[in-house]
């Protein structure tokens, strides 16, 4: 019985080489949510006050995000950890899941409690705060852009960013209307599709985070098609015990035995299904072992 493992080229890790670009986002949002929050509590605006809570969601999903990279590249001195500790930047982005809901659930609670409140609000202090908040998450957002391709840490801070774009829109939306209409119920009505927007970027990359901690094939890799590729493999007759997952992003692991022929050079049927798992699928960490027809049922006691 043979046994392979295989590493692709040694490089600094997808979240690591954007940890620059998140820390300029962090100085931006950080700097203007102190400001926001000011704003909305002079004014009263519940739309200011969701936005502010939704930046310092930011403000903690961003530096949760920074932190993440830099514990991600820590080696692991306790020996226990054999994959070290890349996962962390994945918990990081669960954390921004977390917040993301719970700022969003807030806001829908405090603007259900507000309908039928008759308010005054300064209409002229949104429209300013929203458009400087507009450019601060734009130029996050152009700082984060490329790292949400690669990263599913950048994701989630890219995601946040979007999502106060998005409210920082919505600020200056309500301000013009209450100035058209003179209504003050355009706040709310701001308010709760901020949030109802803020929840469902939410649920997206929550969906995202539970396939890589569930251990999920990654995504775009069918695990069939990968059996189907590897029994082509010469000197191969079989395939069994094929299990797929993500580390961290930009991480794909595999193993999987491999069922010789009779007489076949196993050290080929090894650098094979790595040239496939590699070339094919883009999984440059695989650990194989190959085995005879009579071998396999060693692992037919197996039942997982």
């Known amino acids: 019985m043979g046994g392979g493992h295989s590493h692709g080229p040694v490089g600094e890790h997808a979240g690591g ?11 931006l949002t950080a700097t203007f949510f102190a400001v926001e929050l000011a704003a909305g509590l002079v004014s ?8 502010a809570g939704h930046m310092a969601a930011d403000v903690v999903a961003l530096g949760a995000s920074l932190l993440a990279t830099r514990i991600a590249t820590r080696p692991d001195r306790s020996g226990r950890r054999t994959y070290g500790s890349y996962r962390a930047e994945v918990f990081a982005s669960g954390l921004t899941v977390l917040i993301m809901l719970g700022v969003g659930v807030y806001v829908v609670v405090e603007a259900i409690g507000r309908i039928g409140e008759d308010a005054s609000l300064p209409s002229g202090v949104m429209l300013v705060v ?17 790292g949400s391709k690669d990263s599913l840490n950048v994701k989630g801070a890219y995601f946040e960013v ?22 003050s119920i355009w706040d709310l009505v701001v308010a709760l599709a901020i949030a109802v927007f803020v929840i469902v970027r939410a649920i997206t990359l929550g969906r ?3 396939a890589v901690l569930g251990q999920h094939a990654p995504a775009g890799i069918d695990p069939e098609a990968v059996s189907t590729q590897l ?10 015990d094929v299990h797929l997952w993500v580390l961290t992003s930009g991480m794909n692991v ?9 007489g076949a050079d196993h050290g080929a049927v090894l650098a094979g299904a790595r040239d496939v798992l590699r070339g094919g699928f883009g999984i440059a960490h695989a650990t194989l ?4 027809a009579e071998q396999q049922h060693e692992c037919s006691d197996l039942t997982w």
């Not at 919505?170 to 209307?177: E, F, K, Q, R, S």
């Open 17 to 27: 080489r954007y940890r620059r670009r998140l820390a300029g986002a962090f100085a």
């Open 208 to 210: 995202q985070v539970v």
């Open 231 to 240: 029994s082509t493999v010469p000197g191969v007759s079989a395939i069994h």
């Open 254 to 262: 595999a193993t999987a035995h491999l069922v010789a022929k009779a």
């Open 289 to 292: 072992q190959v085995e005879t």
């Open 44 to 51: 009263g605006s519940l739309a200011l006050i969701s936005d």
């Open 130 to 146: 929203g458009f400087l908040g507009l450019a601060i998450n734009v130029a996050s957002m152009l700082l984060l852009r490329s």
């Open 162 to 183: 979007v999502a106060d774009a998005a409210g920082s829109v919505g600020v200056m939306v309500a301000g013009v209307l209450i100035i058209l209409t003179g209504q």
